[in-house]
């Protein structure tokens, strides 16, 4: 088990950039596969990115592809997600995922085990 802490959320016009950090305890952080999803007012939460253990792999939903880069860094227990041209659909709480494993990373929601509390983002238009 991690426990994850989001940070950097707030409030950003479009076009604008945000990164948020999510900060996992625990000393295997490195076995753990990462995902981001994002839930807006009324709508299911839904699948934003994810990196393998190594960050060798990356995926993203393709409503964020070209936009929003995740990457993590072992060293520090951080995933990051980097987001730029921001648009008001992007508004909604930001969760952070973990779970234990090597093989595959998981693109929904029931594929993961640890959730962070969540960070607000709003795009202001």
């Known amino acids: 088990q991690v426990q994850l802490v989001e940070s950097g959320g707030g409030l950003v016009q479009a076009g604008g950039s945000l990164r948020l950090s999510c900060a996992a305890s625990?000393?295997?952080?490195?076995?753990?596969?990462m995902g981001w999803f994002r839930q807006a007012p009324g709508k299911e939460r839904e699948f934003v990115a994810a990196?393998?253990?190594?960050?060798?792999?990356?995926y993203y939903a393709d409503s964020v592809k070209g936009r929003f880069t995740i990457s993590r860094d072992n060293a520090k227990n951080t995933v990051y997600l980097q987001m730029n041209s921001l648009k008001p659909e992007d508004t909604a709480v930001y969760y952070c995922?973990?779970?234990?494993?090597?093989?595959?990373?998981?693109?929904?929601?029931?594929?993961?085990?640890?959730w962070g509390q969540g960070t607000q983002v709003t795009v202001s238009s």
């Open positions: 995922a973990a779970v234990r494993r090597r093989v595959g990373v998981p693109l929904t929601s029931v594929g993961y085990e640890n």
């Open positions: 990196i393998s253990w190594s960050g060798d792999r990356t």
């Open positions: 625990g000393r295997t952080f490195s076995s753990y596969a």
